[in-house]
T-cell receptor, first 112, second 113 residues
Framework: DQQVKQNSPSLSVQEGRISILNCDYTNSMFDYFLWYKKYPAEGPTFLISISSIKDKNEDGRFTVFLNKSAKHLSLHIVPSQPGDSAVYFCAAYAYNNNDMRFGAGTRLTVKP | NAGVMQNPRHLVRRRGQEARLRCSPMKGHSHVYWYRQLPEEGLKFMVYLQKENIIDESGMPKERFSAEFPKEGPSILRIQQVVRGDSAAYFC???????????FGPGTRLTVL
């Protein structure tokens, strides 16, 4: 059961431009949504999160947008930097059963 | 202030052997989660443990897989009689109080020949 979906396996952008990574979910009971970044041979590291009661959260170059009616969230990175090249996982968390679900990931490549 | 540690980082087993994966959570953390990442897929939840207790094992295969988190020592994920389909990266995460703030280890890459 894929409750969290990232339909784009890869994305390539030019340095300095905006990167937009998308994520869809099916379960309206999720309370928090998170983005993790993963480099090769390392574990995922937390990047940014958003509560289900918010529609936007910003942290420096990273902004997450949540559209609850569409069950869709997106991560915007601007300006993109070569060091942002990594796999980005979207995750959704539900308090009632302490359940965290991950998407399949999107590999972002930022070209100099 | 060491993060989550996992060992070994790489493990090669032949079909039918046992695999033992270890996870030492961050200092002070008593909640441990195990996830599996198959090739080209996302992380799939396997099991959630607190010290000496399995809280949720709904993601664990019913056979051959077991996990423990003893009072002393690391959490262990054990896979008996491994098969080729068990080849994956296994990640451990820990948290202070449960919830979504989870810190991940570097993972153990299991290869079954």
């Amino acid at each position: 059961d894929q409750q969290v979906k990232q339909n784009s396996p890869s994305l390539s952008v030019q340095e300095g431009r905006i990167s937009i990574l998308n994520c869809d979910y099916t379960n309206s009971m999720f309370d928090y949504f998170l983005w993790y970044k993963k480099y090769p041979a390392e574990g995922p590291t937390f990047l940014i999160s958003i509560s289900s009661i918010k529609d936007k959260n910003e942290d420096g170059r990273f902004t997450v947008f949540l559209n609850k009616s569409a069950k869709h969230l997106s991560l915007h990175i601007v300006p993109s930097q070569p060091g942002d090249s990594a796999v980005y996982f979207c995750a959704a968390y539900a308090y009632n059963n302490n359940d965290m679900r991950f998407g399949a990931g999107t590999r972002l490549t930022v070209k100099p | 202030n060491a993060g989550v540690m996992q060992n070994p980082r790489h493990l090669v087993r032949r079909r039918g052997q046992e695999a033992r994966l270890r996870c030492s959570p961050m200092k002070g953390h008593s909640h441990v989660y195990w996830y599996r990442q198959l090739p080209e897929e996302g992380l799939k939840f396997m099991v959630y443990l607190q010290k000496e207790n399995i809280i949720d094992e709904s993601g664990m295969p019913k056979e051959r897989f077991s996990a423990e988190f003893p009072k002393e020592g690391p959490s262990i994920l054990r896979i008996q009689q491994v098969v080729r389909g068990d080849s994956a990266a296994y990640f451990c995460a820990s948290s202070l109080e449960g919830g979504y703030t989870q810190y991940f280890g570097p993972g153990t890459r299991l290869t079954v020949l």
